[in-house]
């Protein structure tokens, strides 16, 4: 059915577009299973796993590459040393900070009971177990709390909206992780701009009050694979956290262009990021400089399953479709601003009926280019973890030419749309397989 935004964006003509793989070259762990095996063998885990200890093994809201088998690893291993291991879900107040909103995000990434073979005690209740010298008094998962060891699992790398000596990873799993919403709650409340300094004293006190931790940390590619597992003992983390930082630092995916004018993603996620689209890709943060390449304007279709219609993020995005409005959960996406104290992420951006209308309004918000609607400059991706193959305008292909890392793999083509204004699942005649599936 047309309707007036047909009429208002008809002069907006959407460019060709051609497909382009990322060629550049990145290390990877082939069996991800047994490097997890190996990194605990390395600092003799099985000396502080003592027969008949619980052991809390503690897992993230992220979807870290290859997640089922770091955890099957992790528990398979605690067996080994005769100690029985049970999961807990370590996510702040993701999951709509409710138990049974973080099980089901556990689900969502093939990790239950029957999958790992481990028990799940999945609980909102924390413990204070101390105060840091600055007078921040101290939360820990109620579960964690009472177990005689605790291993939480986490992926180091820069955060999204804050810098320091550790970012996201092993430190802040034991501070917002396990602290769960009201530890969470209290990291948070004093802004970003002390996050760094509060993971940092917390996860301190954290380590000082629970002697028997150890970290798994994994760090993964550009292309969202496993690069490195590290185990470290808890009292390790402080020392070599920062290092394990600086080496994914160095491995973290961005796009290989430093200017364009239009960010399209076919979805955001709490997996993908937790600002549903990691600002290290967009360029575009509430808390920090904005970095290359800077958009003008950035649409996204849709929200993942995985993420149960928590938007959270989605403020950065300045066009979206209703068929993602339609996803928005309120009870998901709010508890989250509130434990971060953060309104802007989740503000809800302009909403058009379909992508072709929601891409023509990302197209009419870019005001510096020639007349020519095919001169703007525009990236399209999946989303923010797939960086391997993705789609530019064609005014973006001289430019990809001289990136050495770039291989432009089709013709210029344009897209198809069908009668609801959706994309089809090809570029015409480009014979590529698809775009990213069912737009």
Request: include cysteine; glycine fraction near 8%; aromatic fraction near 8%.
């Amino acid at each position: 059915m047309k309707t007036i935004y047909d009429d208002l964006l008809a002069s907006i003509e959407i460019p060709r577009f051609v497909k382009v793989r990322n060629n550049r070259r990145a290390k990877k762990v082939e069996n991800v299973y047994w490097e997890v095996w190996k990194a605990l063998e390395n600092i003799s885990a099985e000396e502080k796993i003592k027969p008949g200890m619980q052991v809390c093994i503690a897992v993230g809201s992220r979807e870290i590459s290859n997640f089922p088998d770091i955890v099957r690893a992790a528990v398979n291993f605690v067996k080994k040393c005769g100690a029985m291991p049970f999961l807990i879900p370590a996510m702040g107040s993701h999951g709509g900070a409710t138990a049974q909103g973080q099980r089901a995000i556990l689900k969502g990434y093939g990790i239950t009971e029957e999958s790992i073979k481990a028990e799940i005690r999945a609980s909102m209740e924390t413990e204070i177990i101390g105060v840091t010298e600055d007078g921040i008094p101290v939360h820990i998962d109620a579960y964690a709390n009472a177990a005689d060891l605790i291993i939480p699992i986490g992926r180091i790398k820069p955060h999204t909206d804050f810098r320091g000596k550790v970012e996201s990873g092993l430190c802040k799993m034991l501070v917002i992780g396990l602290g769960k919403q009201q530890g969470a709650f209290i990291c948070h409340r004093y802004g970003f701009g002390r996050m760094a300094e509060n993971i940092w004293n917390i996860s301190k006190e954290i380590v000082k009050q629970k002697k028997n931790i150890i970290g798994i940390g994994v760090i993964e590619n550009c292309f969202h694979e496993t690069y490195m597992v590290k185990a470290l003992y808890g009292e390790q983390f402080h020392e070599e956290e920062p290092e394990l930082l600086t080496i994914a630092r160095a491995q973290l995916a961005r796009l290989p262009f430093a200017k364009a004018d239009v960010l399209v993603l076919d979805e955001i996620g709490k997996e993908i990021s937790g600002a549903g689209m990691d600002t290290n890709v967009t360029g575009r943060c509430f808390n920090l400089e904005t970095s290359e390449p800077f958009f003008q304007s950035i649409a996204v279709f849709d929200v993942t399953e995985k993420s149960h219609g928590n938007c959270s993020g989605l403020g950065a995005a300045d066009v979206i479709t209703e068929k993602l409005f339609r996803k928005f959960s309120f009870e998901d996406t709010y508890p989250n601003m509130i434990t971060v104290g953060d309104g802007l992420g989740a503000k809800i951006p302009v909403v058009m009926p379909n992508e072709k209308l929601a891409l023509k309004f990302a197209l009419r918000c870019v005001h510096d280019f020639a007349d020519e609607t095919e001169q703007i400059r525009i990236i399209w991706l999946k989303n923010t973890l797939a960086l391997d193959e993705f789609y530019i305008s064609e005014a973006l292909v001289e430019d990809a030419k001289k990136i050495e890392q770039i291989d432009i793999i089709s013709e210029p083509h344009y897209i198809e749309f069908d009668e609801e204004g959706g994309a089809y699942s090809r570029i015409t005649n480009a014979g590529m397989g698809g775009l990213f599936g069912r737009l």
